[in-house]
């Protein structure tokens, strides 16, 4: 579990106007889709630091924390290899992972019925 200081409801204001924000909880931030392809863009393909990457996308350093964005790559690499492409926000996610699940289930329903 991480251990990330909650953020304050002016931190979460900010973050919330941050164009590339899907959603904040206390201890999490979601990042839109094109957060994700822009940031896995410019860290793969132009070698820029996380930090940098923040930065020129609007993100206050010291609100989001530096071990959240030393995370971000490889939350990015994990999404990339489970799902083979990045998913907008939370919701996704979720959607996704229940599909995915259900999927599953239906096929171990035919393998039991053939």
Same mark, same amino acid.
């Given at each position: 579990?991480?251990?990330?200081?909650?953020?304050?409801?002016?931190?979460?204001?900010?973050?919330?106007?941050?164009?590339?924000?899907?959603?904040?909880? &206390?201890?999490? !931030?979601?990042?839109? %889709?094109? =957060?994700k392809k822009i940031f896995w863009q410019l860290y793969t393909?132009?070698?820029?630091? &996380?930090?940098? !990457?923040?930065?020129? %996308?609007? =993100?206050?350093?010291?609100?989001?924390?530096?071990?959240?964005?030393?995370?971000?790559?490889?939350?990015?690499?994990?999404?990339?290899?489970?799902?083979?492409?990045?998913?907008?926000?939370?919701?996704?996610?979720a959607t996704e992972a229940t599909r995915q699940k259900n999927q599953q289930s239906v096929s171990v329903d035919q393998?039991?019925?053939?």
């Amino acid at each position: 579990m991480r251990n990330h200081r909650p953020f304050t409801k002016k931190q979460t204001s900010e973050l919330l106007s941050n164009p590339y924000v899907a959603s904040v909880t &206390p201890c999490q !931030i979601y990042y839109t %889709l094109a =957060f994700k392809k822009i940031f896995w863009q410019l860290y793969t393909e132009e070698k820029m630091e &996380p930090e940098d !990457i923040m930065k020129r %996308l609007g =993100f206050n350093i010291e609100t989001v924390g530096a071990n959240r964005i030393a995370l971000i790559p490889r939350g990015l690499k994990i999404q990339l290899d489970d799902y083979g492409e990045f998913l907008d926000g939370r919701m996704q996610m979720a959607t996704e992972a229940t599909r995915q699940k259900n999927q599953q289930s239906v096929s171990v329903d035919q393998q039991i019925s053939d």
